[in-house]
């Protein structure tokens, strides 16, 4: 059956550390893939769009990584601040598929 | 420059009422997308929509739901009869070009929550 993984369980670190967000998938082949942060009562903000063809994108403190051997993405958001916290959704988009299949996300906590 | 407007922001309804929801997409964008977000669960696709039609509603429940993007006004999620299994937030999103041919992303609004008493 088609998965889309993200760690369940909240991430804390220490401000200024870089924070790590893990997107697994099963049995898709997306044509691209998706991170959106979501605040409590607020909809999701489009945040970065990787391609399939594309390993690393970047844009200011955060980096996205797509390995489609290993069927994964890896969201870094380095000298992390509070301001951070909040969760992390990844998104597939599959062939000419036009919508967005959501993980479940991932809260982030970043602490003085 | 207004984003994706919803409204109403919060709903109530009683067991076997119907609810409107409301979405205006930004300006200039002619695709909407429904999504819907339970408790504790990610956002699940519904349905997708350009003016005055239906593209895929592949994850729109069978019965008492529906959706319409007319060539005027706002698109709009009717829930008929709805039951406590409805009580969920309920984002709408926009796009100016179908996603899945061009690499784009979508703009979500605020979402409408949805209570069932």
């Known amino acids: 059956s088609q998965k889309i993984e993200q760690n369940s369980e909240a991430l804390n670190i220490q401000e200024g550390k870089t924070a790590t967000l893990t997107c697994n998938y099963t049995?898709?082949?997306?044509?691209?893939l998706q991170w959106y942060r979501q605040d409590p009562g607020r909809g999701p903000v489009f945040l970065l769009l990787?391609?399939?063809?594309?390993k690393e994108k970047r844009k200011e403190r955060l980096k996205v990584t797509f390995d489609t051997t290993l069927k994964q993405s890896l969201f870094h958001i380095t000298a992390s601040q509070p301001a951070d916290s909040a969760t992390y959704l990844c998104a597939l988009v599959t062939g000419t598929a036009s919508k967005l299949t959501f993980g479940t996300g991932t809260r982030l906590q970043v602490t003085l | 420059n207004a984003g994706v407007m919803q409204n109403p922001r919060h709903l109530v309804r009683r067991r076997g009422q119907e609810a409107r929801l409301r979405c205006s997409p930004m300006k200039g964008h002619s695709h909407v997308y429904w999504y819907r977000q339970l408790p504790e669960e990610g956002l699940k696709f519904m349905v997708y929509l350009q003016k005055e039609n239906i593209i895929d509603e592949s994850g729109m429940p069978k019965e008492r739901f529906s959706a319409e993007f007319p060539k005027e006004g706002p698109s709009i999620l009717r829930i008929q009869q709805v039951v406590r299994g409805d009580s969920a937030a309920y984002f709408c999103a926009s796009s100016p070009v179908t996603i899945g041919l061009s690499a784009d992303t979508q703009y979500f609004g605020p979402g409408t929550r949805l209570t069932v008493l």
């Open positions: 049995n898709y082949s997306p044509a691209y």
């Open positions: 990787i391609r399939e063809n594309e």
